[in-house]
């Protein structure tokens, strides 16, 4: 019985591995990125401010699951999903993200792997 | 199922009350700043005088729980944490009840099992939905300080970084957010799911479930649904926390319904069975001594009687006694 147990347990393990490398083999190459056009925000300020946070995490996972970069705004302009689209204004000031951040106590983990612009020469 | 539907309508309006004060009415600095500090200043105002008015309540007896071996020869060994001889055995008792709910794990159920016989059994379910709310809500408030203190003290982070350990979806989820609901839930089918339970259940035991709810529900449709503007809250809590009457800036309503009701819960607690809070520190039978055997207690009430013996009565009514032919002890 327990033999058995292990059995299906070790079997569903491979196939669901396997299913994973099969998968693996077909994701596209990265499409070309947009252009970067840093003319105007992608939303207003208030959205931003409330919503920032998952417009990334949407970029994040699109971009990177799908090969998606290219974010098109509600006026029909199309940005590049990368985090200097929004730097390219935003970063006159190094302590853009960091103010309100700080404030609210909220510790992103963008820094994680992108270098932050407090850290940038 | 009236007293079901009282307590949820009565908190679904105290949920609408402020959102169409707010939207539609534009009572910001009424919702935002008059009625938390009424709030906040009635709760602590009768949290104390509860405190206080049963800190004078007389407590003249050692009342001795029996179910440790008390203190007493010295090859008789003692139980000293249920069986408590010095304070500290004592605290430890206490605190193992308000930290671990230790009178709650032993809890049993009795109930009629395969025809007449009543069978006893260990029922841990209550002690440990109750565990996981309780901690789940210290958890909460204690994540809150992000927003009264402009620098939160160290710990607050680290409990923030535990809380959102999955890492998954942005704001990050909290572990405690789902438990509290689960656990909430928990209570609420308690008390509905079994018959004896639906009949010894109150409105009042109702009311505080669905409060709960009604501030997590609204706490965390802020966060991960509806956002909210994060600034004017925190702006706004600080300027609570300095005593300042500024007008607060432009916040969502939803954040007003989380605040009113947190504000209904101040001023429920005192009032209610919520003040088990304090309550439990002072608890007799949980911080007394059991010193009965090793000191002796003495009533403070109790007056000097005045004593009349049968041989005094007999000496007061010898002749009375002795025309009607009644038998006499003393000739």
């Known amino acids: 019985m327990t033999a058995a147990a292990l059995l299906i347990v070790v079997l569903a393990g491979v196939y669901a591995f396997r299913h994973q490398e099969s998968q693996a083999e077909k994701v596209a190459a990265p499409a070309p990125s947009a252009a970067v056009d840093s003319s105007a925000c992608i939303a207003s300020k208030e959205f931003m401010k409330a919503n920032h946070m998952r417009v990334l995490d949407e970029w994040r996972h699109s971009s990177v699951r799908d090969g998606n970069r290219v974010h098109v705004a509600p006026d029909g302009r199309k940005i590049d999903k990368s985090l200097n689209s929004c730097l390219n204004c935003h970063s006159n000031n190094r302590m853009f993200c960091f103010n309100c951040h700080m404030y609210a106590n909220v510790k992103p983990n963008c820094w994680n792997c992108h270098i932050s612009p407090m850290e940038a020469p | 199922m009236k007293k079901i539907m009282l307590p949820l309508a009565m908190v679904a309006v105290l949920a609408l009350v402020p959102f169409i004060g707010v939207q539609y009415a534009g009572l910001d600095y009424l919702f935002g700043v008059v009625i938390p500090y009424a709030a906040a200043a009635l709760f602590m105002a009768g949290f104390v005088y509860r405190m206080v008015d049963w800190l004078r309540r007389p407590v003249p007896y050692n009342i001795t729980s029996t179910c440790g071996q008390e203190k007493s020869l010295d090859w008789i060994k003692q139980d000293r944490i249920e069986s408590p001889s010095k304070p500290w055995h004592a605290a430890v008792r206490v605190l193992s009840e308000v930290l671990l709910f230790r009178s709650l794990f032993r809890n049993n159920k009795a109930e009629f099992r395969n025809g007449p016989d009543l069978a006893y059994g260990s029922s841990k379910w209550l002690w440990l939905g109750g565990l996981v709310f309780h901690w789940s809500m210290?958890?909460?408030?204690?994540?809150?300080?992000?927003?009264?203190?402009?620098?939160?003290?160290?710990?607050?982070?680290?409990?923030?970084?535990?809380?959102?350990?999955?890492?998954?979806?942005?704001?990050?989820?909290?572990?405690?957010?789902?438990?509290?609901?689960?656990?909430?839930?928990?209570?609420?089918?308690?008390?509905?799911?079994?018959?004896?339970?639906?009949?010894?259940?109150?409105?009042?035991?109702?009311?505080?479930?669905?409060?709960?709810?009604?501030?997590?529900?609204?706490?965390?449709?802020?966060?991960?649904?509806?956002?909210?503007?994060?600034?004017?809250?925190?702006?706004?809590?600080?300027?609570?926390?300095?005593?300042?009457?500024?007008?607060?800036?432009?916040?969502?309503?939803?954040?007003?319904?989380?605040?009113?009701?947190?504000?209904?819960?101040?001023?429920?607690?005192?009032?209610?069975?919520?003040?088990?809070?304090?309550?439990?520190?002072?608890?007799?039978?949980?911080?007394?001594?059991?010193?009965?055997?090793?000191?002796?207690?003495?009533?403070?009430?109790?007056?000097?009687?005045?004593?009349?013996?049968?041989?005094e009565y007999e000496d007061d009514y010898r002749e009375k006694m002795k025309k009607a032919k009644l038998p006499l002890e003393k000739e």
């Open chain 2, 138 to 311: 210290l958890v909460i408030v204690v994540r809150h300080a992000r927003f009264f203190f402009a620098m939160p003290p160290g710990f607050v982070d680290v409990l923030d970084q535990m809380d959102s350990f999955f890492d998954i979806t942005l704001p990050a989820f909290y572990i405690t957010d789902a438990l509290v609901l689960l656990a909430i839930t928990f209570l609420f089918v308690r008390r509905m799911a079994d018959a004896k339970m639906r009949i010894i259940s109150l409105p009042t035991d109702y009311f505080p479930l669905f409060l709960l709810g009604g501030i997590v529900g609204a706490g965390v449709l802020m966060r991960y649904i509806a956002k909210v503007d994060v600034m004017p809250v925190k702006d706004q809590m600080l300027r609570l926390m300095s005593f300042s009457f500024d007008p607060p800036g432009e916040i969502g309503a939803l954040f007003y319904v989380h605040l009113f009701l947190v504000c209904v819960l101040l001023l429920y607690f005192p009032f209610s069975k919520l003040m088990h809070m304090g309550a439990i520190f002072l608890s007799p039978t949980r911080t007394m001594l059991n010193n009965s055997r090793e000191k002796m207690h003495v009533n403070p009430w109790r007056q000097p009687m005045k004593i009349r013996t049968y041989a």
